[in-house]
Each structure stands twice: as C-alpha cells, then as structure tokens.
C-alpha cells in the first residue's frame, strides 16, 4: 500500500455520510415556507432539510430553459434525503502506465466519478441549521457550489453537517445551504440559437435562482440573508468568481463575502464558440433539418440527449480543463470575458479569500502522456488553449515551463513522479493556466480595493503522480479541519482570523502572503506568492489575449 492509514482515513471521512445517531430522540424539526410545513431530520447538533426543490423541475418543454421559480409552497412535504443530481456526464478516467492502482482506484471511487442517482428533475437544496436554530436567529449562511467541471456534481457528496458543527464548536453558528444546478449540456448548451432565444448559462442561473430562495426563505430557518456567503470549490470556485463578476459587479443583496477554493475568475470566450458541440447533438439526435433546431433537443428522449452528450469531451478526456461545456459569454450573465471585466472593475467589492492546491494541473495531464515533444506539445496548447495564439508567443510559454522534470508539478518532488518526460511540465502548464494564474491575476487586480486573503494547500504531497491534487484540499474543509475554522470564521466575521489558529494576513501586492497547509509537524506556516513569477505573469497575458 502506497497510501498512509490516515489518507485513507481521511478519505473516508471525506466519502461517508453522518447520518442521525440512533440515540438521537428529538422530535423531527420543521419550517413553515409559505403556507406549507417541511419536516426535515434532526442529527446531533443539528438539523437537515434535504431535497427541497427551489425551481420548476426543468423538464419537458422547459429543458433549455431558464429556471422558473416556485410560486409559493402550497402543500407541506417531508425533506429527508437528498434530491437526485442533474444529469451528469461521467469522466473518462485515465489510466496511463505508471499510475499506482490505488490512485486510480480513488479516482475512480469518488468525485471523478457521476453522482447517482441522477434526473433531469433535480434542482433542490439543502439546508443543515443548528438545533438551537429558529426564525430569528438571524445566523450568517454560507452556501456550497460544487465541482465536477460543469460536468458532473451532486449535493449528496458533501456533508453541510461538517460545517454546522465546526461552527457550533467555534462559538460561530451558521446555517449552510447547497443547490444543485445543471451541468453539461442541460446547464451550458451554447451556440448562436441559445443566445438568441436567450437561454445561455442556465447552470448559472440556477445557482442564481437558488440564490434568490435563500434571500426568500432562509430565515424561516434561522439565517440572516444579508450575511451570506457564497463558497465554492472547483468549477464551483469558478462559479463563486463569476458571481462577483457579473451584473456589473453589483451582487444585488445576494452574498457579502466570497470563497474560493482552486478558481476564481477565468478567461471564458463568447457562447458561439460552443457551436461546434451544439452541431455534434443536433446531429447526433437527429434534429438536423429541424426548423427550431433548439425546440427539437427539447423533445428528443433523455436516453438519445444523454447518449450524444456522452460522445462530447469530459473534463478527463484529451483535452481535459479546455472544456466542452462551461459558461460562456452571453450577454446576459456574462457581458464580457470575466477577466476583461476584472479589468473594468466589475467586481462585487465584498471580501474573498481564493486559494488553490499546489498540483492543481496533475490530474487533468493523466489523459495528454502521449504528448512527448515540444512540437507536439506547442501544438496541442495552440489547438485547445491559446487558439489564434501566435508560435512566439507558445515558444515563450515552453521556456517559461521547461523540459526538466525537476520543475515540473508535483512541484518539488525532484525526478519522482515523472509518469512520462512531459507530464511534470504539462502539469504545471494547465495547473498555472486555469488556477493559479487566474488567482493570482484576480488578487493583484483587487487588492487593496477589497478585503482579500490567499491559500496554498501542499498537504498529501506523497501522493504517487499527483502531489497535492486538485480536490485534496476538500478532505480538509469537509473533514472538518483547520481550513473549516478558517471558512467558519470567514463567514460569521469576514475575517478568517480568531484565537488558536495561525494569524493569516491579507494577500497585498507588497506583501502577497499565503496561509500555506503542509503535511507534517508544522501543518502551516506563511509564505510568498512569488513562485514561477515570469512564467506566471506570461501565462496571465496567455490567458487575457487568446480566449477558447
Ligand atoms: C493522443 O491521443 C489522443 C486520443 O486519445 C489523440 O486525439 C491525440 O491526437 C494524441 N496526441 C498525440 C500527440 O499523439
Ligand atoms: C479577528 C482577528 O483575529 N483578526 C486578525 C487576523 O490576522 C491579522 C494578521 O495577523 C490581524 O491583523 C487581525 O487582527
């Protein structure tokens, strides 16, 4: 076994679900939404309302449609489980020689995989609340987006409870939240027709709509909904940086703080350069020739949508982070490229804290080991990342990130890791090109103008191939460690600071400090975001000039 006893651990704490104890014999809790009760469950400390739907189920003739809110809860419902996940688009895992099977075993066994069970049917949320919790109570609300790179992604993987009693431990109750929202095609269809008929980003919207039921409905719970905060890791990270980007940067009552785990605001291109994937399932369907080409997808069965979907790249597939479904500008969420409205000062100036893993790009160069020259790879990057990018510019990029093993991600693992002669410099091309260098970009633009802190999470670096991967860091915060009291923190007094946890100063230009998570006896320390400065500062200007 390659893998510690505590990994494992962890990672089951990180897999399994806290379900009532039997001890437990409070009287199940309920809410009053509207004129109907929900019931939920009582679990220890806290109290859970799992599957409450918040929009119109987006089937039938409102597939490709924007979320419809719920009128009003007219008939009481019992809110015990989870809802069923969207319609997920499971990753191709690959499994190049020289990866260990436990590492594909994880891969295989747990986010990278779909979430089941899954239905069109499915925006729900979730509401976990202290037990003390009553209308009133006036409690800050953090509210999860998940990952999955708009892919894949459920509610039911991640346990809210965690967090609720991390802060009811902390002397900081709060109320957590999590929605499901559409992904893949369902959430992120795009092309000319979508923009017309003005249904782009509806994964976005969806994350939005349940944004506007907390505002509705969270203090029947107990929560206060001018002190929420929005949380995301991943694609969900993405998420919570386009929130802040959009509407002019006005966040309109719906969130006053910000956290983002591996994302925050990233280099995104107009919607019609979707159009190609929108063809493939027109005509894959066989809607080609169909007069409202968008009405037909409506129509076809599940089965045919989800079995053309399927034929499109994943997140895990050759071209892995340049993804096939994401959002894109449509001129309704998106006005802009998020990064050009950066740029403008389209930022909802509340406080954020966005931090990354320090491997973030292993993971998703498992699928590119047949890269093996610099030819190859310049024409790979020009195809799938940079298009329109001129060679110079491409060649800068591969002295920037050179052929030596020793630089490469996992960074600071000398000659191991080394799955093929690239695959260390290709990690650290597309870690830095969709993480660390948006981070970066988003922190020196805003600094100063706004309360802003930074992570770097080098925990599980033994880790064979990966290092410290993109999700290690969600078996800490899930896990109920000390980025949980950090988050919780953050939440109750916008500042992550508090007593028995290292003091972690704001991310400045003249001081551009990371709280640093590392493995061993000293599990954090304060450094400098200066690595990779040339490279990083290049890969920014990559990024702002040739969008996919
Ligand atoms: C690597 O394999 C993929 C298919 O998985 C293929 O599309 C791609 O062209 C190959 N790349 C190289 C450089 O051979
Ligand atoms: C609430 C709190 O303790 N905030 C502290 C967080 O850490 C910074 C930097 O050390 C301090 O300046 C804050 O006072």
Redesign the pocket.
Known sequence: MLFSQPFLLLLGAYCSFVTASPLDKRAAPTVTLDTATVTGVASGSVNKWLGIPFALPPTGNLRFQLPQPIPTYTTSFSALAYGPACPQQPPTIPAPPGLVSETVNYLTTTIYNAVTPSSEDCLTVNVVAPATATPGSNLPVVIWIYGGGYETGGTSSYDGSVIVNKAITLNVPAIYVSMNYRVTAFGFLASQEVKDAGVGNLGMQDQRQAMRWVQTYISAFGGDPTKVTIWGESAGAWSVGLHMVTNGGNPAGLFRAAFMESGSPIPIGDITHGQGYYDFLVAQTGCTGASDTLQCLREVPYATLMNAINLTPNVLS?QSLALAWLPRVDGVFLTDNPQQLVLQGSVANVPFVTGDCDDEGTLFSLSTT??TTDA?LQTYLQTYWFPGAPNAAVQQLLVDYPQDITQGSPYNTGILNALTPQFKRIASIQGDAAFQAPRRFFLQQRSGLQNTWAFLSKRLKLIPALGSFHTTDLLNVYGGGDMTTYLVRFVTNLDPNGSGTLAWPKWTTSSPNLLTFLDGLFPQTITQDTYRSTAIADMINMNLNYVR
């Open positions: 050759y047949n890269i190859q």
